[in-house]
Structures are given as structure tokens and as C-alpha cells.
């Protein structure tokens, strides 16, 4: 996600850039904390704890703050995309979105909650994987989706890029290690 820095109504440039235009900045939003269960090819389980400091609940809803549904969308979106890097031991470096059908909504989550991600693995073929992701909070539904992910290497379409494609690749397995730490031989969350 690339945007300005702060909110439509407080917009706070990252300084200036050439013709006195404001500078854009990469936002990332990393919205799982922790990756609870994996199996690979076919499921994953995954949190995110939603805390009062995020800044975006300062804007969504000024005095009801609730984590944006696209927010809880790209997190199953997020989920899911670490369901295939497992799977495949990272042989893409990217994993996108493709289409999102059938969401639905249930409850908010607000801070100090936390948001349960379940994805698992509807169909697959050569590039595109569908997953059935839902969310919840406190075993209540919160989110429900049909996600189409795609997934390829920038060297795909330009050989010139092989290298960006391992730098984000070994990011991405930094990443990981922070979010995930898989239990001992034997037990269920183990990656195969």
C-alpha cells in the first residue's frame, strides 16, 4: 500500500521532492502478529491484536475506533499469502490479491481484541490460489471472504529483477521468523 503520510484530513508530507511536490512514502500495514498453526497446502491460523495506539483507529471512527473492514480483509489477505510462501517455500516473491468475492461482515474488532485469521486452500493451479478465509473475534464471525491470490516473481516479466525478487524474498523470511516459530517435530503447527 503506497500513500502520504497521515490521513486525508491531516496530511503530513515526507518532506518534498523534485518541483515542490510532496514526497510518497511506502506504508506497510503487517497485520498478522502471529502465524498459530500451519499446514501446508491446505490451511493456516493466524492472529492480529488490535491496539488503541494503530494509527488509523484515530480516523475510524473518531470516538468508536474499529479496525477498518479492508484492514481485516488484507489481513486474511495477508494470512493467505503466507499459506502458499509456506507451502512453497517461498518460490514467489510475490503474492497478491487477484479478486475477493462473497465478503461478509459480522462483528467490529475493536482495540484489545483480537482478530482469529482462518485460510484455507479452495483450489490451485499454476499461479492462482483460492482460499476461503474468515475471521472472528471471541469465536464470533467478524469477516468472511472468497480470496483469488496470484502469485509470480518480478523476474517473470523482466529477468533484470531476479535480484529485487531474492532481496524481498529474504525480507520476507525475516519477517516470518519474527511471526512465526514452529512447534517441535510432531506437532501440529510444524511446517513439512
Same mark, same amino acid.
Given at each position: 500500500?503506497? +500513500?502520504?503520510?497521515?490521513?486525508?484530513?491531516?496530511?503530513?508530507? #515526507?518532506?518534498?521532492?523534485?518541483?515542490?511536490?510532496?514526497?510518497?512514502?511506502?506504508?506497510?500495514?503487517?497485520? *498478522? #502478529?502471529?502465524?498459530?498453526?500451519?499446514?501446508?497446502?491446505?490451511?493456516?491460523?493466524?492472529?492480529?491484536?488490535?491496539?488503541?495506539?494503530?494509527?488509523?483507529?484515530?480516523?475510524?471512527?473518531?470516538?468508536?475506533?474499529?479496525?477498518?473492514?479492508?484492514?481485516?480483509?488484507?489481513?486474511?489477505?495477508? @494470512?493467505? @499469502?503466507?499459506? *502458499?510462501?509456506?507451502?512453497?517455500?517461498?518460490?514467489?516473491?510475490?503474492?497478491?490479491?487477484?479478486?475477493?468475492?462473497?465478503?461478509?461482515? +459480522?462483528?467490529?474488532?475493536?482495540?484489545?481484541?483480537?482478530?482469529?485469521?482462518?485460510?484455507? &486452500?479452495?483450489?490451485?493451479?499454476?499461479?492462482?490460489?483460492?482460499?476461503?478465509?474468515?475471521?472472528?473475534?471471541?469465536?464470533?464471525?467478524? &469477516?468472511?471472504?472468497?480470496? &483469488?491470490?496470484?502469485?509470480?516473481?518480478?523476474?517473470?516479466?523482466?529477468?533484470?529483477?531476479?535480484?529485487?525478487?531474492?532481496?524481498? *524474498?529474504?525480507?520476507?523470511?525475516?519477517?516470518?521468523?519474527? *511471526?512465526?516459530?514452529?512447534?517441535?517435530?510432531?506437532?501440529?503447527?510444524?511446517?513439512?
Amino acid at each position: 500500500m503506497v +500513500g502520504i503520510i497521515g490521513s486525508g484530513r491531516h496530511l503530513k508530507p #515526507d518532506g518534498l521532492g523534485r518541483g515542490g511536490q510532496a514526497r510518497i512514502r511506502k506504508m506497510r500495514y503487517n497485520l *498478522i #502478529d502471529q502465524i498459530v498453526e500451519v499446514q501446508p497446502f491446505a490451511s493456516i491460523k493466524a492472529v492480529k491484536s488490535v491496539a488503541l495506539t494503530e494509527e488509523y483507529l484515530g480516523d475510524h471512527f473518531p470516538g468508536f475506533p474499529v479496525m477498518p473492514g479492508a484492514l481485516m480483509l488484507e489481513a486474511m489477505t495477508q @494470512a493467505g @499469502a503466507w499459506l *502458499i510462501r509456506l507451502s512453497e517455500d517461498f518460490a514467489h516473491s510475490m503474492v497478491v490479491v487477484r479478486r475477493a468475492t462473497n465478503i461478509r461482515y +459480522g462483528r467490529f474488532v475493536r482495540p484489545g481484541q483480537t482478530l482469529t485469521v482462518e485460510a484455507e &486452500v479452495y483450489r490451485q493451479d499454476e499461479f492462482l490460489t483460492t482460499l476461503t478465509t474468515r475471521g472472528s473475534v471471541e469465536g464470533q464471525s467478524a &469477516v468472511n471472504a472468497r480470496l &483469488v491470490l496470484h502469485r509470480y516473481n518480478l523476474a517473470d516479466r523482466d529477468p533484470g529483477l531476479a535480484d529485487k525478487d531474492n532481496e524481498i *524474498i529474504r525480507g520476507l523470511r525475516t519477517r516470518l521468523s519474527v *511471526i512465526y516459530k514452529p512447534a517441535r517435530v510432531g506437532m501440529e503447527a510444524s511446517v513439512g
